[in-house]
């Protein structure tokens, strides 16, 4: 699939998603990008800002597979990947599939589970697979989990350890909506629900052609060599306790691809590895003694971005 054959199809995607969400066309350019590069998506902000309706608005704009499991402390790990129930009529143990085997999967307030549970996630995430029995199931394509959480209440909360954090491509904040978007929000739920009347704009066929003609956008070396002095910077500012890992480093080029293409580009620009370091990055960065202060995680990216030469045309 060409880059200007995806620009259209992510655009045809975002204003179906428009018809719901009001604003917040920077946050669904993101998501867009992030099914391309087949990762990830950690929705973390206040409630009420329209997290589920942001996950579900995009699910129902692809003629995929979807499933919600909301997150509860008593969740046990078969609850999301599926377990072996025995079937007394045939004498034996079956495989029932969980929520997991789906195309996209909304797992919502992701931190409400206990950790054993979100471990149940991560060889999904991963390696698009569930091990259950000894038998290794590969999931469906595409697959994407998109996951929201609250970072203000801790109450009843576990936070997400630093191996699961790792796994989203992009950690995304909705924010709230200005005063004119407040308005078009009321008018908008005033006498209708718009997601119920959204339906699918393009097919799993579709969001598969796109994600295979991520390797076909080009990285230059000199944009290489600034996402790799970007992530050092990280790993050696003083406030870091852990800076970005290679498989961080290889999110960020993967996302950059997939910005580009989103935009009709066959080519990464410096300009979006600028825009896409904080979504990519900032999550998978743990300051001294700050575990979990994702604003702290933030500002050292930030540091990178302003101490990294950025390469220019000449160069």
Do not use: W
Not at 226 to 231: S, T
Request: aromatic fraction near 4%.
């Amino acid at each position: 699939m060409q880059p200007l054959e995806i620009a259209a199809l992510a655009k045809r995607i975002k204003d179906n998603i428009s018809r719901v969400i009001v604003g917040k066309g920077e946050l669904i350019d993101l998501m867009l990008a992030s099914v391309i590069a087949r990762g990830h998506v950690l929705l973390e902000d206040v409630p009420g800002t329209g997290k589920t309706v942001t996950a579900r608005s995009l699910a129902k704009s692809l003629q995929c597979d979807f499933s919600r499991v909301q997150f509860t402390p008593d969740l046990l790990p078969a609850d999301v990947t599926g377990t072996r129930v025995y079937q007394p009529a045939k004498g034996e143990f079956e495989f029932c599939p969980g929520p997991v085997f789906t195309h996209i999967l909304l797992a919502d307030e992701i931190n409400r589970a206990t950790p054993r549970t979100q471990s149940a996630l991560l060889e999904c995430m991963e390696e698009r697979q569930v091990t259950e029995g000894g038998v290794t199931r590969r999931l469906s394509e595409p697959f994407l989990v998109i996951a929201t959480q609250n970072p203000v209440e801790i109450q009843g909360t576990f936070p997400l350890p630093e191996a699961q954090l790792d796994r989203f491509l992009m950690r995304l904040t909705p924010g709230y909506p200005t005063g004119e978007e407040s308005r078009a929000i009321l008018s908008r739920f005033l006498t209708s629900a718009p997601l119920n009347e959204i339906g699918a704009v393009c097919t799993k066929e579709e969001i598969t052609d796109a994600q295979n003609s991520l390797s076909a956008c080009e990285v230059s070396l000199a944009v290489q060599d600034y996402i790799v002095a970007l992530c050092e910077k990280t790993r050696e500012d003083e406030q870091a306790q852990l800076g970005v890992s290679p498989r961080g480093m290889l999110a960020l080029m993967r996302a950059c691809q997939a910005y580009a293409l989103i935009n009709g580009r066959s080519f990464v620009t410096p300009d979006d590895v600028q825009k896409l370091a904080v979504p990519v990055l900032a999550h998978r960065v743990i300051a001294r003694g700050l575990y979990g202060k994702g604003g702290t995680g933030e500002a050292i990216v930030q540091n990178a971005l302003k101490s990294t030469p950025v390469p220019t045309e000449e160069a």
